[in-house]
C-alpha cells in the first residue's frame, strides 16, 4: 500500500504540466487534449 501511495503522488506532481483548463474539464477531451494528457508521465 506504502508503493501505491508514493505512485499515486508521483503521478500527480507529474500533472503539473497539464494545464488546469484540461484537469478540470467536465466534457470529454478532444484530441489535442487527450494527446496533452498522455504526455504527462514524460513531463
Known amino acids: 500500500m506504502?508503493?501505491?501511495r508514493f505512485?499515486?503522488?508521483l503521478n500527480d506532481i507529474g500533472k503539473i504540466a497539464i494545464p488546469e483548463?484540461?484537469?478540470n474539464k467536465l466534457g470529454p477531451l478532444s484530441s489535442e487534449e487527450t494527446e496533452?494528457?498522455?504526455s504527462?508521465?514524460?513531463a
Open 21 to 23: 483548463y484540461i484537469l
Open 7 to 9: 505512485w499515486g503522488i
Open 2 to 4: 506504502e508503493a501505491l
Open 40 to 42: 504527462h508521465p514524460v
Open 36 to 38: 496533452v494528457m498522455k
